[in-house]
C-alpha cells in the first residue's frame, strides 16, 4: 500500500483508549500494526494485557551494530466536542495540503512515518543500517498502566534491550524550524466530587438553607490560585527545577511562542500566565493547575431550579523536572480538604500521574539527532522542553537505562486533543524523511 | 372512571414544557383536561399559544354567587437524573401508600384532587355552591412565557373574571399541619457562558498559557458569595421586606422546619445559611442565589487533558417582596462583567423572572380558605410564606384586580422537582375533601 493509504487505514481505526466501548477498536488497531510491521520481516506480536494490547517487532538483528528502541502509542482521545469536527474524527479527509483525522498528528502520523522511512530503506538497501525495535502502546491517553506493569518484567526488558530510545510524539516550533525536544513535564490528574443534599432538592423549597455543591465547588477551585496566577496550594512549588538562562534566551526566540503569537494561535482574549514569566516559560518549564472539565446540575434546554445532590471537577496539573507527581496530588488533596465548606462532603479520585523527563541534549545519539534534523529541515533545529506529557518515557528511560530522544512532528496548529486535529501531508512526507536519515546516521555511531 | 384512574391516566403523559421533543406530550395533556372538565359540564376549551395550550373551563352559571377562579399547571419538570428513579417517572405506581410520578405533587394530584372535589359536589348536590372557572397553564415550569401575554387580551380577562383566586401547588408543613401560605418567592434565571480559547487546547502545549475558562467562572460564582453566605452582589437585597416578628415567631413553630430537622430532611451535613437566620427564614422570606447547573470541558470517562473553549452555568435567584426580578438580574449582570478576568470574555443571558407575591391573610376569602383547612385536616392551619415561586399568579392578580389563596398540599419529603416525586393516597383524598369545603364555605360569602 501507499504510504498515504497506509496512513488512512491506520487513522480510520476509532482506537479511543479512555471509552471502554471502544474496546474492540484498540485490539483491531494493534492487529493492523502487527500485519504491517510483519509484511517488513519484522518479528511483530501483540502482547494482551488487562487494558489494551502493546505491540512489540523488531527488525531481522543487523550484526555490530547499535539498537533503536521506537516508542509510540496508537491509541487516541476522545473526539467530542464531536459537532465542531469538519468532517468525521475516522473519515481521514485531506483539506488545503493537511490530514484531519482524530490521531493524524498524536500519534499515528509520526509513527507511521517512522514505519514507512524503515520501508524505503529496506527497499532502497535491503536492509537497516542498524536494529530497530518498535514499543507501540495503546494506552497512553489514559495513562499506559499496562505498559509500567510490562516493562516490570524481565524477559521485557531483555527483549527491550536498546542503545537508544526514539519517540516522535512531540511538537515542532513551527513548519521551518525542525526542533529537539530535551525535556518532558510529568503530569498528575485527579478529580474531586463534592456533594450537598442527599437528593437533588426544589431550590424554592430549600434555597436558602440546603448547601449547594456547585457553589462550594467553584469556591473551593477559586482558592487555587492567587491574584498573581500562581498556585496557593501549599507544597505545590516544592523541588521545582529553576528555568536557565539560557533556556530563557533560547526560548524567547523560538518561532510562534511569544506572547503575542500564543495568544493569536489559541484564539484567546489574552494570555493568562504566572507572574514573573513569558507563556513561552509557563508551558515549557512551570507547573500547571488545569481544569479540564466540571459538571453538576441541570444542563439541558431551559431551565431546571434545583439544588443539585452532586458537582465534579476533573483536573490536571502538568510537572516540571524536581516534582515528584504523587506528592503534588497529596497536596492538592489536603488543600482541598482545607477548604471543603462543612456543609458538604468531599471525595477525591487519583488518577493517574507520571514524572517530568529531561536529558542532557549534547550526547552523541543527541547530536546525530539534531544533524538527522538539520539534514532534513536544511536548517539547524530549536532545543526546547516540551509542555506535553509521556508519563511512560521517563519509565522506560529509568528501566532500561537509556536515554530518550524527542523528535517532534506536530505543528502548533495541529489541534491535538481538539476538534479538527490534522497534520500536513508535507510534513508526514519530512517525517519519513528525517527517519531515514535518523536511522543511516545513528548506524555510524 | 375513579379518582386514581383519572390521576393515573394524567400522571402517565410526560408533558415535560422545557423540552421540545415533548411538545405533543403537552397538548395532549390538554386535551386530557378538557375532555375531563367538559364531562362534567364545564364549557372547556383548548387556546393554542405560541408554545403550549391553556386550558379554560367554565362551570355552568350559579346565580347570585361568586366565581372562584381555579389556577394550576399541567406540565412538569425534566425527569433527569433518570438512573435515580426507583420507578418510571411516567408510569404511576403506589408504594407504601404514596403514588410515585413526576407531577404526583407539583401539580397534576392536586389539580385532580380540586377537579374531583367538583365532581363529588356534583355528585352530591347535582350543582355547584358558586361559580368555578379552571385556568390550567402547560408552561409554569418554564415560565408562563404566553400565560402573560393571554390574560393582556380584555376577552380573556373577561372570561377570567372572579371574586378570588385559589391555588393548590404550594407545600404543607407536614402531613398533620394544614398551610395556608399568604406569600409567593419571586425569581430570576440566567445563565452565563465564559469563553477562553478559540478552540479545545491541548493542556501540555498551551497550559499555563491559554486562559480557562472553567478557573475564570469558577472564580466569578465564588465572588458572589461572602463567609457568612451574605450574597455579595451590588444593589442585590435593595428593597428587601424585613421579616415581621410575629413571622420569625410563627415560623420557629412550623413543624419540621428547625434547621436540625431541614439538615436530616434534605440529607446534608448541615445548612449553609445566611448569618442572622434559621434555615426557615432563608427559606420563607430571604432572596437566595442557586446555582442549578454548571458545565464545561471533558466529563466522561478516564480523564482528557484539555483547555476547554467554554464553560456555562445555569443560576436562579428566589426574591422577595420588594425586589424587582430584572434589577436584580442586572445588578448579577453588572457583578459578572466586573469580575470577569480579562482574558476570557462572558456572556449573560436572561432567562425567565417573576415577582414575589405577598397577601393578607385575613380576608373573608381567606378566613374561609382557613376555615375550609381545618374543617378538612381537624387542626388549625400554620400561615407562612412559600419559597417556591409562581411567577404567573402575581400577574394575573394584578391583572384581574384579585387576591389569591394558596392551599398547598405538598408535602416536605414529596420530592417535588427530583428523582421519587410523589404524593400520599391519603393528601390526595384529603384534598378532595377540601375542594369541597373549601367551594361551599366560600359559596356562603
Not at 502487527?34 to 517488513?40: D, G, H, I, W
Not at 555490530?64 to 466536542?81: C, E, Q, S
Not at 516534582?323 to 477525591?348: G, I, L, W, Y
Request: glycine letters at 8%; a negative charge; aromatic letters at 8%.
Amino acid at each position: 500500500m501507499s504510504k498515504l493509504d497506509d496512513l488512512f487505514a491506520f487513522l480510520s481505526i476509532p482506537s479511543i483508549s479512555a471509552q471502554r466501548e471502544h474496546a474492540a477498536d484498540v485490539e483491531n488497531c494493534a492487529d493492523f500494526l502487527v500485519s504491517k510491521l510483519a509484511s517488513l520481516g519484522f518479528d511483530a506480536s501483540k502482547h494482551l494485557t488487562t487494558i489494551h494490547p502493546i505491540v512489540v517487532a523488531k527488525s531481522p538483528s543487523v550484526e555490530g551494530k547499535p539498537t533503536l528502541l521506537i516508542y509510540g502509542h496508537y491509541d487516541v482521545m476522545p473526539v467530542d466536542p464531536i459537532e465542531l469536527w469538519e468532517s468525521e474524527p475516522f473519515t481521514p479527509e485531506i483539506r488545503d495540503g493537511r490530514i484531519y483525522a482524530r490521531g493524524a498528528s498524536d500519534d499515528k502520523g509520526p509513527i507511521m512515518a517512522l514505519i514507512h522511512g524503515v520501508q524505503e530503506i529496506l527497499a532502497e538497501d535491503g536492509q537497516l543500517p542498524l536494529n530497530v525495535t518498535f514499543l507501540l502502546e495503546g494506552e497512553e491517553e489514559r495513562g499506559s498502566e499496562t505498559l509500567y506493569e510490562f516493562i516490570k518484567d524481565p524477559a521485557v526488558q531483555k527483549m527491550l534491550d536498546c542503545d537508544v530510545i526514539v519517540v516522535s510524539d512531540t511538537g515542532m516550533a513551527d513548519i521551518n524550524t525542525p526542533t529537539f525536544s530535551y525535556g518532558l513535564k510529568g503530569l498528575c490528574c485527579f478529580e474531586i466530587k463534592v456533594s450537598g443534599p442527599a437528593m437533588d432538592l426544589h431550590s424554592g423549597l430549600f434555597g436558602g438553607a440546603a448547601p449547594n455543591p456547585i457553589s462550594a465547588l467553584c469556591e473551593m477551585i477559586a482558592s487555587t490560585r492567587d491574584a498573581n496566577n500562581v498556585v496557593t496550594i501549599a507544597g505545590f512549588y516544592d523541588g521545582v527545577m529553576p528555568i536557565a538562562d539560557w533556556e530563557r534566551q533560547s526560548w524567547s526566540r523560538v518561532p510562534g511562542m511569544s506572547d503575542r503569537e500564543l495568544s493569536a494561535l489559541t484564539g484567546s482574549r489574552a494570555l493568562r500566565t504566572e507572574k514573573g514569566y513569558t507563556g513561552a516559560e509557563c508551558v515549557y518549564a512551570r507547573p500547571t493547575f488545569e481544569l479540564n472539565g466540571i459538571t453538576g446540575g441541570y444542563q439541558g434546554e431551559g431551565s431546571k431550579t434545583v439544588i443539585p445532590t452532586h458537582a465534579t471537577a476533573k483536573i490536571s496539573c502538568r510537572l516540571v523536572p524536581g516534582q515528584d507527581p504523587q506528592r503534588v496530588m497529596n497536596c492538592a488533596r489536603k488543600h482541598f480538604e482545607k477548604v471543603c465548606p462543612p456543609s458538604v462532603t468531599m471525595e477525591f479520585f487519583d488518577g493517574h500521574t507520571g514524572e517530568a523527563y529531561i536529558i542532557d541534549p549534547h550526547t552523541n545519539y543527541g547530536k546525530a539527532a539534531q544533524r538527522a534534523l538539520e539534514n532534513t529541515f536544511g536548517t539547524a533545529p530549536v532545543l526546547l522542553r516540551e509542555g506535553g506529557s509521556i508519563p511512560i518515557v521517563a519509565a522506560i528511560s529509568k528501566t532500561l537505562g537509556k536515554d530518550t530522544i524527542f523528535l517532534g512532528l506536530d505543528l502548533p496548529d495541529a489541534r491535538i486533543h481538539s476538534p479538527n486535529e490534522n497534520m500536513r501531508v508535507e510534513i508526514y512526507e519530512k517525517g519519513i524523511e528525517l527517519t531515514k536519515n535518523l536511522l543511516r546516521l545513528m548506524g555510524e555511531e
